[in-house]
């Protein structure tokens, strides 16, 4: 597709229940970006992948948070025993290689609520 | 924690007038990037400013650099109202890009 797709756009979850939150970043780009952005606040790096290669993970708040980018392209971030907390705007992006000083393309987000 | 801080937080403005928000960052760099953010939306990214870049321009967007003060401004000119959204700065650092707390930005009609 042209842009960083992300699904679904809202979620609503019980606490306690698990969510799988979808990124389909831009054809080719190599880096993958997870981040958690809170109400008025600016995003927070969560993972980074380089191809299916998970580099990065230490913005995982708690090892509830799991991500995966199996073949290099698609990613999914899973949340397990969903907390109140966890209500935030979830965005990935992609990029190519940042050593090429290159920006980085943002999803819409998926706006998780924990009732 | 976020790395950058940006100044003001929020800015209001009528129609015509420019716009001048700054960033602050607190490591070393290769490049720095500005963001506009829409109320519920996701990121667009607005320019890039290499860490050997003084100044650059993009349409009505002014940034400057400057990392002796380890800081960087935008400015939009003759503001629309349609520039209303957040905006932040970002910066790459090892694997990943660290944002600041945005300014908010309202152009009034």
């Known amino acids: 597709g042209a842009g960083v797709s992300q699904s679904p756009r809202y979620k609503v979850a019980k606490r306690g229940q698990d969510v799988a939150l979808r990124c389909d970043p831009i054809s080719g780009h190599v880096s993958l970006f997870w981040y958690q952005q809170a109400l008025g606040q600016g995003p927070e790096f969560l993972t980074y992948?380089?191809?299916?290669?998970?580099?990065?993970k230490s913005g995982l708040p708690s090892d509830r948070f799991f991500a995966e980018r199996p073949e290099g392209s698609v990613s999914t971030l899973k949340i397990q025993r969903t907390q109140q907390e966890d209500s935030a705007v979830y965005l990935c992006?992609?990029?190519?290689?940042?050593?090429?000083?290159?920006?980085?393309?943002f999803g819409q987000g998926t706006r998780l609520t924990v009732v | 924690s976020q790395q950058g801080e940006e100044d003001p937080q929020a800015l209001s403005i009528q129609e015509g007038e420019n716009a001048t928000m700054n960033c602050s960052y607190k490591t070393s760099i290769n490049n720095l990037q500005w963001y506009r953010q829409n109320s519920g939306r996701g990121l667009v990214h607005l320019i890039l400013?290499?860490?050997?870049?003084r100044e650059k321009h993009s349409g009505r967007l002014r940034v400057t650099l400057d990392t002796s003060k380890k800081s960087s401004s935008l400015l939009i000119t003759a503001s629309r109202a349609a520039d209303t959204a957040s905006y932040f700065c970002?910066?790459?650092?090892?694997?990943?890009?660290?944002f600041g707390t945005g300014t908010s930005l309202t152009v009034i009609p």
């Open positions: 400013i290499r860490s050997n870049e």
């Open positions: 970002a910066t790459f650092t090892g694997n990943q890009f660290y």
């Open positions: 992948f380089q191809n299916e290669a998970q580099l990065d």
């Open positions: 992006a992609s990029s190519l290689p940042q050593g090429m000083n290159t920006e980085a393309f």
